[in-house]
């Protein structure tokens, strides 16, 4: 049976899909409810989020290549209702987090996202490959005695986030306080989480502005080959303001990592819960570019982003309004039989690379793709090639992030022989 005379299992028929992929069932695994939406609802609409849920493939690609249509503002946020005063005077003391990348349309997008594909080159990506190999080297040695990590702790977030910094000329002792900032600049994005809590998030957003505006204004600050030091050419050039490229520094930097971080855990879970395609990598019958592929798309690290209706449509039998919000939703479409043969299985084969969309697709496909493809090519297989016997550790010391955007693990306990 081919890919295309695929169709999606239901997983009950005579119930109603439920979305709610922060729910302990649907951490543990929500495939079978994304095919039981894309069987049943596939624009499915969530009461509790006011949302509309996209997960069909075919219905992905089309709000995708429709920003018209289907506007990024606010492509982070979950909830839309307004910040409370408390977060707005803390917010006040830095600038506007939008327009960025990933939140934009149209020239504004278009203006900000050249800047970046001019000073983050294929040949600036491939020059980083002996730092990125030098620096997970580093990483392991610091834990390869001890018999067992937590692998989230001490590989898949220090990694990407130095090899950002590196990039951006960032000094590699503020590489901790960047997690902090990102990390809750991410969840201070999304809308959701109590108030005191946002205002400490806040907080954290703008002093990581402040730092980056002063890395832009300060040329001793920032590495004359930085991308830092290039935008800032780039944008005299160009006219693009020191804001604008503030945010655009911001964007790389949570962007850069978090993607790379929850598919080293993601991968490594899945080809230890699969050992035959673990020993097809090991001998070689399966490239490490097919690896990379599979972990992407059988386990996308970013769910999904969110669209917002501009004007009256039609989507998978829905009829949309101007200010409906919908979640183009990655992980679904990667799992769509109707596209992809065999979706739930893991396999490190060739499958076609245009039906893989764990980096989105169209004007906001991700601009570090080819970073992050580089990272895990690495990361991966040098763990299996330097923790010999490298197995899961108890079922209890593996904790998956809370994310409604993101699949991904907050802790990893890996076990491993020492001498």
């Given at each position: 049976m081919t890919a295309t005379q695929t169709t999606d299992p239901i997983a009950d028929p005579t119930t109603t899909p439920t979305f709610d992929p922060t729910s302990e069932s649907q951490l543990a695994d929500p495939y079978p409810g994304y095919a039981q939406m894309r069987a049943q609802c596939p624009v499915l609409h969530d009461q509790d989020l006011d949302l509309w849920v996209v997960t069909r493939h075919e219905d992905v690609v089309r709000v995708v290549h429709d920003a018209r249509t289907f506007s990024s503002e606010n492509a982070v946020r979950v909830a839309t209702g307004p910040e409370s005063d408390d977060v707005k005077q803390v917010m006040a003391e830095g600038w506007s987090l939008t327009p960025n990348l990933t939140e934009s349309d149209g020239e504004e997008h278009t203006r900000l996202r050249v800047a970046v594909n001019k000073v983050f080159t294929p040949r600036r990506?491939?020059?980083?490959?002996?730092?990125?190999?030098?620096?997970?080297?580093?990483l392991i040695a610091r834990f390869a005695a001890a018999g067992s990590t937590d692998i989230i702790e001490g590989y898949a977030w220090p990694l990407p986030l130095m090899v950002m910094a590196q990039i951006l000329g960032i000094p590699a002792e503020d590489v901790p306080r960047l997690r902090q900032w990102s990390s809750n600049w991410?969840?201070?994005?999304?809308?959701?989480?109590?108030?005191?809590?946002?205002?400490?998030?806040?907080?954290?957003?703008?002093?990581?502005?402040?730092?980056?505006?002063?890395?832009?204004?300060?040329?001793?600050?920032?590495?004359?080959?930085?991308?830092?030091a290039?935008?800032?050419?780039?944008?005299?050039?160009?006219?693009?303001?020191?804001?604008?490229?503030?945010?655009?520094?911001?964007?790389?930097?949570?962007?850069?990592?978090?993607?790379?971080?929850?598919?080293?855990?993601?991968g490594l879970v899945s080809l230890l819960e699969h050992p035959d395609q673990l020993a097809a990598l090991r001998s070689g019958e399966a490239s490490v570019e097919a690896?990379?592929?599979?972990?992407?798309?059988?386990?996308?690290p970013v769910q999904g982003l969110f669209r917002t209706v501009t004007e009256e449509t039609e989507l998978g039998g829905r009829q949309l309004v101007p200010g409906d919000r919908v979640m183009v939703h990655w992980g679904s479409a990667n799992r769509d039989g109707c596209v992809i043969e065999d979706p739930d299985v893991f396999a490190l084969r060739s499958r076609p690379g245009r039906q893989q969309m764990a980096f989105g697709r169209g004007i906001h496909a991700c601009l570090g793709a080819s970073l992050a493809r580089l990272q895990l090519r690495v990361a991966i297989p040098m763990l299996f090639d330097r923790l010999p016997g490298?197995?899961?550790?108890?079922?209890?010391?593996?904790?998956r992030e809370r994310l409604v955007i993101a699949r991904g693990f907050e802790e990893l306990r890996l076990l491993w022989d020492t001498p």
């Open positions: 990506v491939a020059e980083l490959e002996p730092f990125i190999r030098s620096t997970a080297e580093e991410l969840k201070l994005s999304v809308g959701t989480g109590p108030q005191d809590e946002r205002v400490e998030w806040a907080r954290d957003v703008v002093a990581m502005q402040h730092y980056v505006m002063a890395m832009l204004t300060n040329t001793k600050r920032a590495d004359e080959g930085s991308l830092v290039s935008l800032g050419r780039y944008g005299e050039e160009h006219h693009l303001d020191t804001v604008e490229l503030m945010r655009i520094v911001m964007n790389l930097i949570i962007a850069g990592h978090v993607t790379v971080t929850r598919a080293i855990g993601n690896m990379v592929e599979e972990i992407l798309r059988f386990e996308s490298l197995r899961l550790g108890p079922a209890d010391s593996r904790t």
